[in-house]
Structures are given as structure tokens and as C-alpha cells.
């Protein structure tokens, strides 16, 4: 049986517009792993595992609330409350994989799809480097329903603390190219109708093999380390261009249902 996991190699750009210019780029590359596949894969591949140490491995506590429950029955739950039908979705996670059991995802996204392939929801899962996660779930509205061809585009005020140098009275913009040869993620964060900040992530597809995940592993490598470092050091030099801190705001709540926001175009 043909697996719809898959890899996607690409890169994130981040740009600050205000108050001062402020621009990183970085190589990534993603899994994107339907959650009733992880566990057949982890005996098929030689260089993943589920919930143990390897080269690439994925932790279902990395994701969601953390617990031992199957993050798979997690994200159903969390449809569910969303108002959707989701016994029946396949749910696909695009995130990156722990490497040598290191991981951090400042954004996962979880692409849930009807049998006749259109979506019917995104849930974008946001971490930060507090250890702290939550949960947007917006499910996908309008006539024509989230084929790869259609770019998705979805809206919703900030209800997580992400980082010092944003403050939470924002908004985010979402515009998604759903996963096929491509995968594209871009997100607009507004403050009083003014663009702060706007995040990307955009990858190219390649199948998930013992040797794809050794070419990605040497063109990235430890690829969340770097992740984190990144993050550190653009912290830095933030703080030497005087951008302002936001004090941390305690995390209410794991998750944000928001209906009827989600259209595409």
C-alpha cells in the first residue's frame, strides 16, 4: 500500500515591517505524516521511529496536549468541537521531525482532509519557546472546499504569547496551498489594520525513503538545533535594534475554535 506521507525540503522567511526592518532565512525541511500511517512507517523506515530515539523520530508529545493519548484521537477531539465531521477525515501533520531527539516546531499544521481529498479544516498549532502550544481550528468554508490546487485563506485574532517583540492585540492572516507537489504556508500578523510582521514557509515534495530522510539530514543537519539557535540569534539582535518587549502573557486555554473564517480563492 502506497504511503501518503511524504517530505517537503524548502525553506521560512520572516520579515518585521515595524516598528523596524528585520528579515531572517533559514533551509527546513518537513514530514508531512498522516497520523494512521506513523506507526506502520516507523517499522518500514530504518531511520525513523514513533515515540523513541533515531535519527528522525516523532514524539506524539510534542504535539497537542502532550499526553500519552494518540495524537490522532487528539485532533479528532478537537474537530469535533470545531463542529466537524471527523471520524472520517485523514488527518496530515506538517511539521519536522525530532533530529537525534532534539525537536521544535514553532508552527505545525494539521491538514484534515474528506475522503474525496478536499479539506475540511486546518488546525495551525503554534509553539513557543516557553514550552507553551495552542491551537487554532479553523475549519474551511465556501463553494468549493480546499482542493491542492485552491489557495486557502483564513483569518483570526492572536489569543497565544509567541515572542517578546509582538504585543497580542493582532490579527493573523493565514494563505495556504494545501499539500501536493508543493506545500506553501504564509501568515500576516496586523496590528490596528498595519502589516507587523509576515511569516512563510514553502517546500517541494520528494517520497519518504531511508535515503531521502539520510539527503535531507545532510543538507540540514541537526536541523532543529539551528532551528532554536536561529531564534536565539535573531533575538539578539533584535535586542540591539531596540525593538520593544511585550511582557509574557500566561497562556488561557490550549485551543481556539474559530468558525466560518476560512474561504478560498
Partial sequence: MTSSSCLYTGQVVHRRFMPRAHRLRYR???????LSEVESLSKKLT??????????SFHDSDHGDGSDLPLLKQARALLRQAGCQADQLVIKLLCMPRILGYGFNPLSVYFCVRQDGSLEAIIYE??????????YVMPVQGPVNGRASEIVEQHC?????V??????????????RPPAARVEVSIQ?????KTIIAASLSGARHELTDGVLLKAFASHPLLTMKVIAGIHWHA??????GFRFHAR????GAVKVVNGRGMQS
Fill in 189 to 193: 500578523g496586523k496590528e490596528n489594520d
Fill in 157 to 161: 485574532p492572536k489569543g497565544f504569547y
Fill in 249 to 252: 502573557q500566561p497562556a488561557h
Fill in 47 to 56: 531511520f525513523f521511529s514513533r515515540n523513541r530515539f533515531n535519527l528522525a
Fill in 28 to 34: 527546513v525541511f518537513w514530514m508531512l505524516l498522516d
Fill in 126 to 135: 503554534v509553539h513557543n519557546t516557553f514550552g507553551e502550544r495552542h491551537s
Fill in 163 to 176: 515572542s517578546p517583540f509582538l504585543g497580542m492585540d493582532m490579527s493573523y492572516g493565514f494563505r495556504v
Fill in 236 to 241: 539578539l539582535r533584535m535586542v540591539l535594534k
